[in-house]
């Protein structure tokens, strides 16, 4: 049998167009990504790439007043369809926000919150998960003798650590990062990156972010947004050193935006 | 000519201390105003209080004994009407503000519930005589006079249930949703548990105010004089605030059960302070729980 040389493509957009009311948020978007790949949104403030973001794991359902038309494809599924179970959708997609939003429960309760919700309920198969997924988020050695302590004692890089513990908990394949370290200090958003190198082995990435370095440093690829529209879509190699479109350039260099 | 900056800091400094000083001697007003009254209560009522006056019945034509009915009464009628509007009130505020987008429906909701609030007590009290007592036949009881000591509280509770959801930030639902949960999941472990210490103030406040309501159990419950227990939720009860009213203005004889007036009024005070404490400390020790901060 003959091999396939071009991989399926994990995640799939085509011709998504998203409406806020009357606002046309996203303009016929269409794009794909390999499993496994770190991918990159990036645009100035308001050009999409968050509601973008939200696309994948149907968060935009929950603001009032939206339409999502085109077709928004998961390992193949459309997720938009009428049969979709949306939590089983989420369970299956985390999800890591702008602002750290631990519950105000303790650290073990956090991530293992994921897990009780989906219906788990064995104590040891729990307890087994959050310690392996705190190690895997960087979380466990700095946590580990005090995950009976409210998670609003650790600072707001740990806290941010332990959102994306509390994602990898529930064994998604696929990782949606908002802007995960823009309310961050340096060190912590240093330690943020290495970790997404680290998760790219098991998980696809989609992370938005305003900082073009991290940009450069953590994807595969790189998605450029402005006004709603997806200008320029390629290897982060390329679009930081040679895109085609002038746009792009002007905002990778930082003439603009 | 610019004008001298001296001269205007020693304005701004003086306007700063004229407000400063009046505003200071507003608040001290009101709690002189609040001293006053529980000293008066107090200093009148305690003479009263004796372990008699709390466990005997009234005698004599309310002049002497006790006042144990009337506490008994006021007990049933607030655990009546808690065990009716609590979770009615608990449920539509979730319902008003987890499930209700901004529209008309929860617009609707509001001002019917703003409106329900600003009824004067004296209609609740008819409206209970009219439904419950004749309508649908329970007589003057413990259940009418519940039910409507339910209805005069249930827009704060709904109000006290609905504002403790709203201080909730939406990046906890939006984190829970992400990872797969429902909203009931959502409401049930992170959005009540955080809005609980609020909650339960505010219920326990209610319960002060359906303690110390006259109007709403004139016509529904209250008994003039009744020197026995009730033995079911069809019975008449004394409570406080009616038997107050009742040797204050039309006892056999006024003038004797004065000091009785006041150690009624000063139970009913102390009761409702009572549960204000509660509510304080259960509030902190909630919010320690859920460690919120």
Same mark, same amino acid.
């Given at each position: 049998m003959a091999k396939d040389y071009v991989k399926k493509p994990k995640v799939m957009a085509k011709e998504v167009n998203l409406y806020y009311g009357d606002f046309?948020?996203? !303009?016929?978007i269409t794009l794909s990504m390999e499993e496994n790949h770190v991918v990159a949104l990036i645009g100035p403030?308001?050009?999409?790439k968050s509601t973008f973001l939200r696309c994948f794991n149907r968060?935009?359902? %929950?603001?009032?007043?939206t339409k999502v038309t085109g077709l928004v494809m998961v390992d193949g599924k459309d997720?938009?369809?009428?049969?979709?179970?949306v939590d089983q959708l989420r369970k299956n997609i985390g999800m890591v926000f702008q602002k750290p939003n631990p519950f105000p429960k303790s650290i073990f309760e956090n991530v293992a919150y994921g897990l009780r919700v989906n219906g788990v309920s064995d104590a040891k198969f729990i307890a087994e998960r959050v310690e392996r997924s705190l190690v895997q988020s960087a979380l466990w050695e700095e946590v580990k003798d005090k995950?009976? !302590?409210?998670?609003? @004692?650790?600072s707001g890089g740990q806290q941010q650590r332990l959102c994306i513990a509390r994602a990898l908990a529930i064994e998604p394949s696929i990782v949606l990062m908002d @802007?995960?370290?823009?309310? %961050?200090?340096p060190i912590s958003t240093a330690k943020i990156e290495e970790l997404i190198y680290e998760l790219k082995s098991q998980y696809t990435i989609i992370i938005v972010t305003h900082n073009m370095q991290q940009a450069g440093r953590v994807s595969d690829k790189t998605a450029f947004f402005y006004m709603g529209e997806l200008i320029e879509y390629d290897d982060t190699k390329i679009i930081f +050193?040679?895109?085609?479109?002038t746009r792009t350039q002007n905002y990778v260099t930082g003439r603009f935006g | 000519m610019n004008p001298d900056p001296a001269k205007i800091h020693r304005r701004k400094q003086l306007s700063q201390r004229l407000v400063f000083a009046l505003f200071t001697l507003m608040s001290a007003a009101i709690v002189l105003v609040l001293v006053v009254i529980l000293g008066f209560i107090v200093v009148r009522g305690l003479p009263a209080i004796n372990w008699g006056f709390l466990t005997k019945m009234p005698e004599n034509g309310m002049t002497e004994g006790g006042i144990f009915p009337a506490i008994v009464g006021t007990f049933c009628l607030v655990l009546g009407s808690m065990i009716f509007a609590f979770p009615i009130g608990i449920m539509s505020g979730i319902y008003v503000n987890?499930?209700?987008?901004?529209g008309p429906v929860k617009r609707f909701m509001k001002t019917m519930t703003n409106n329900l609030a600003g009824i004067p007590s004296i209609v609740f009290g008819l409206f209970g005589m009219a439904l419950f007592v004749n309508g649908l036949h329970f007589g003057d009881s413990i259940l009418a006079g519940s039910l409507t000591l339910g209805l005069l509280v249930l827009p704060v509770v709904i109000r006290t249930t609905e504002e403790s959801l709203k201080a909730i930030d939406n990046s906890f639902r939006i984190g829970s949703y992400a990872l797969g949960a429902t909203k009931l999941q959502t409401i049930r472990r992170v959005v009540l548990p955080m809005a609980l210490p609020n909650i339960i103030t505010g219920l326990i406040l209610s319960i002060g105010r359906i303690s110390g309501e006259t109007a709403p159990i004139l016509f529904t419950v209250a008994a003039y004089f009744l020197p026995k227990l009730p033995h079911s939720i069809f019975d008449q009860v004394m409570a406080l605030p009616y038997h107050l009213y009742v040797i204050s203005?039309?006892? +056999?004889?006024i003038a004797s059960s004065r000091k009785m007036a006041y150690g009624t009024a000063l139970v009913l005070v102390l009761i409702v302070l009572a549960l204000n404490l509660l509510a304080n400390a259960l509030r902190r020790y909630f919010g320690k729980k859920v460690k919120m901060n």
């Open positions: 046309h948020a996203l !303009k016929g403030s308001g050009c999409g968060m935009n359902d %929950l603001i009032p007043n997720i938009n369809d009428r049969g979709m179970n995950l009976k !302590k409210s998670a609003f @004692e650790l @802007e995960p370290a823009s309310a %961050l200090d +050193t040679n895109p085609k479109n | 987890e499930y209700t987008n901004d203005t039309s006892g +056999t004889n």
